[in-house]
């Protein structure tokens, strides 16, 4: 089979086709890159460009067959609607706080025509969009850009704070529609804005709908309803993929059945299971884990591991990545294995 | 008396019946710190097994808390009069420049369900103070979570801390959260890993008395 371009062995491993190698790509990356770099990431997202030559010299490095544009801030523009916002020395941006302090009385008052505008306002949302712009300038045409933002679930979890959340939910349910509904909004305009500046790929990721959280009853009653109408929001998306952290089995079904073009799924779950109730409709990427022989092991067992997965999906619509976000201290030379292990797969 | 109605009321999450079914055994002469270890310490021991063996989530978890928090309230002031004492004192936090609590916080409500008292430290607990803390309250079960690649390896920096304090041997030191494994755990020194909030408490249980 010819060598196809990055863009092509994306578009083919989607639509079920054959691929002349296993795909690669990150899972945002960006703590790692601006580790790498031997800069914090408070500097990477300083830059001038925002970062984007940075997160592109190391992409094209790692030879990745997706960049991600807005790396590692998948909470960060709730920061314009009150949350605040930490970022480490070394980790990316996390939310320091909620939004919302009094349930009861803030949710109703949630204004949604004003969304667009508040995010515009935000100087961190400004950077994303900067990033993003910077990445695409650079890239042009050569791979998809992917921008990863938190889904509606998460979103609403991280602005009334994830217990008071989940509470919100036995307790006030209807409060909780009207807040994850908000979200939906919120979420949706902040990826209409990345697709505005070059992003190609919707990323939502969920991390509070892991099923180390909530039940698949659960989930099914209110986080996979948001993200479905998120997708269909957005239709100006080509491609629209999903992420959830830790074990997330279960969702592979409700996830293919809503049409999700490719389901990035952590470690913890069994990726020959998950590849079977995707039936070949949705493409599967993961499941290295990132804090296994990934971050603490040798390259030969990097290499290994990877090299298994590559064997258990078959043939099967797959793509090699880590489960989730890299840690910012995994080994070059480990990373590298993965790319080795996808060549080697032809 | 028979505290399987009560136990059952944890399990429901309903903390109407517990505050009723604590009230009335009160009323009836039962003696509060069998309440709490036949009723509340057994009930949540209960939605503990459930949660480790997937068969209740967290949102489950929480409201079963709310309901034993109920019931330990009513009694709080009974076992202070009793000079009934908690079977330990454990310090919690998540470390240095991780903010996410959750994990930190069933680990500490399931600690406290087991009859600790808990110094919950917070999110981005430095080593100062966790061994400050540890001092303060003289506690025997220090507990650190991180949910980040990039902040668990603050955990050995915070081992080594009360290593340099000689004060190492006088805690025992669990870690947990979503990146950690027991290979972690021992690279670091830690003298535990559990990869869940129900088997967090029953270890530290053990802890106490090796």
């Given at each position: 089979m010819k060598c196809m371009t990055s863009k092509e062995r994306i578009d083919a491993v989607l639509a079920g086709r054959p691929v002349d190698r296993t795909p690669f790509c990150l899972v945002d990356g960006g703590a790692w890159i601006a580790k790498t770099e031997g800069i914090t990431y408070r500097m990477l997202y300083g830059m001038e460009d925002g970062g984007a030559q940075t997160i592109v010299k190391w992409t094209d490095e790692l030879e990745t067959d997706v960049v991600s544009a807005v790396s590692g801030v998948f909470t960060a523009p709730l920061n314009a609607f009150g949350c605040p916002i930490h970022i480490d020395e070394i980790g990316q941006p996390v939310n320091a706080g909620t939004a919302l302090h009094n349930l009861k009385e803030e949710i109703p008052k949630l204004d949604k025509s004003t969304i667009r505008q508040t995010l515009l306002a935000n100087e961190f949302v400004q950077n994303m969009l900067k990033q993003c712009r910077g990445i695409k300038k650079l890239v042009g045409d050569r791979k998809y850009l992917i921008g990863d933002i938190a889904a509606p679930f998460t979103m609403a979890a991280v602005m009334a704070g994830t217990q008071d959340f989940i509470m919100l939910m036995i307790d006030e349910p209807e409060l909780a529609?009207?807040?994850?509904?908000?979200?939906?909004?919120?979420?949706?305009?902040?990826?209409?804005?990345?697709?505005?500046?070059?992003?190609?790929?919707?990323?939502?990721?969920?991390?509070?709908?892991?099923?180390?959280?909530?039940?698949?009853?659960?989930?099914?009653k209110w986080a996979l309803p948001a993200l479905e109408n998120l997708k269909k929001m957005l239709p100006e998306y080509q491609y629209f993929f999903a992420h959830i952290c830790g074990g997330s089995g279960e969702r592979v079904a409700s996830l293919r059945d809503i049409g999700?073009?490719?389901?990035?799924?952590?470690?913890?779950?069994?990726?020959?299971?998950?590849l079977n109730n995707a039936e070949g409709k949705m493409a599967i990427f993961g499941n290295m884990n990132p804090a296994g022989v990934l971050l603490a092991g040798k390259p030969d067992e990097v290499y290994a591991e990877a090299t298994d997965r590559i064997r258990t999906a078959a043939g099967r619509p797959f793509i090699l990545a880590p489960g989730c976000d890299m840690g910012a201290d995994t080994p070059l030379e480990n990373v590298k294995m993965l790319l080795k292990a996808c060549k080697d797969s032809v | 008396m028979d505290f399987t109605e009560l136990r059952e009321a944890i399990l429901d999450g309903s903390a109407k019946q517990v505050s009723a079914i604590v009230t009335s055994a009160l009323e009836k002469g039962e003696l509060p710190e069998k309440i709490l270890s036949e009723g509340l310490i057994k009930g949540m021991d209960e939605v503990g097994e459930l949660f480790s063996n997937n068969e209740i989530y967290v949102p489950e978890v929480l409201i079963s808390v709310r309901a034993m928090k109920t019931g330990l309230e009513i009694l709080k002031p009974q076992l202070a009069l009793r000079d009934i004492k908690p079977v330990g004192v454990a310090v919690i936090g998540t470390v240095k420049d991780d903010l996410h609590d959750i994990g930190k916080n069933l680990v500490a409500m399931m600690l406290e369900g087991t009859g600790f008292e808990v110094i919950d430290a917070g999110v981005n607990v430095s080593a100062e103070q966790f061994l400050s803390l540890a001092k303060e309250h003289n506690a025997k079960i220090v507990c650190m979570s991180a949910l980040l690649t990039t902040t668990m390896s603050y955990m050995k920096e915070v081992?080594?801390?009360?290593?340099?304090?000689?004060?190492?041997?006088?805690?025992?030191?669990?870690?947990?959260?979503?990146?950690?494994?027991?290979?972690?755990?021992?690279?670091?020194g830690a003298d535990a890993y559990t990869s869940d909030a129900a088997s967090a408490a029953k270890r530290a249980l053990e802890l106490l008395n090796e």
């Open positions: 529609a009207q807040l994850i509904d908000f979200t939906t909004c919120v979420s949706a305009e902040v990826f209409h804005l990345l697709h505005e500046n070059g992003c190609d790929i919707a990323f939502p990721a969920d991390p509070v709908a892991s099923g180390n959280l909530i039940s698949q009853r659960m989930y099914k999700i073009h490719a389901f990035s799924c952590d470690w913890a779950v069994d990726l020959d299971t998950a | 081992i080594e801390a009360f290593k340099a304090d000689g004060y190492r041997d006088k805690v025992k030191i669990m870690v947990g959260g979503a990146p950690l494994s027991q290979k972690f755990a021992d690279e670091i």
